[in-house]
């Protein structure tokens, strides 16, 4: 009689281990996610100390960058399936933008710079 724990050779081995691309992938997406929300909470205490901006320009930043996100993973998610399965350059180019423009945010010398690079944030994420 077999025993309940050891293997029957004629079954093959399942691997129950991540491929590396998704474990890459994930912390990459976990390291710039953890950036962006170091990032996005002192936007409007810069646009309010720094920058004398009002709520209304953080209002405008915020919703022009959101909805700048939104309309672009509609096409980034278009576009990703009819590439049929080379999403590398979209990925790539997406971490590429959000990881260039955040930086920057502290050389802003206005709340329309703040709005570009912000905008341009988001887009990096609406690539991916």
């Given at each position: 009689?077999?025993?309940?724990?050891q293997?029957?050779?004629?079954?093959?081995?399942?691997?129950?281990?991540?491929?590396?691309?998704?474990?890459?992938?994930?912390?990459?997406?976990?390291?710039?996610?953890?950036?962006?929300?170091?990032?996005?909470?002192?936007?409007?205490?810069?646009?309010?100390?720094?920058?004398?901006?009002?709520?209304?320009?953080?209002?405008?930043?915020?919703?022009?960058?959101?909805?700048?996100?939104?309309?672009?993973?509609?096409?980034?998610?278009?576009?990703?399936?009819?590439?049929?399965?080379?999403r590398?350059?979209?990925?790539?180019?997406?971490?590429?933008?959000?990881?260039?423009?955040?930086?920057?945010?502290?050389?802003?010398?206005?709340?329309?710079?703040?709005?570009?690079?912000?905008?341009?944030?988001?887009?990096?994420?609406?690539?991916?």
């Amino acid at each position: 009689m077999n025993k309940p724990d050891q293997t029957n050779p004629a079954q093959p081995v399942v691997s129950r281990q991540l491929p590396r691309t998704v474990i890459v992938l994930g912390l990459v997406s976990f390291f710039n996610d953890f950036a962006s929300d170091i990032v996005v909470p002192l936007i409007p205490i810069l646009l309010a100390t720094v920058l004398s901006a009002g709520p209304i320009a953080l209002g405008l930043i915020e919703g022009v960058a959101d909805a700048l996100a939104c309309f672009l993973k509609l096409w980034a998610g278009r576009h990703s399936d009819v590439m049929s399965g080379r999403r590398k350059g979209l990925a790539l180019s997406g971490y590429m933008l959000s990881n260039l423009a955040r930086p920057l945010l502290g050389l802003a010398g206005s709340w329309v710079t703040v709005l570009l690079l912000r905008s341009v944030d988001r887009i990096g994420k609406g690539l991916p």
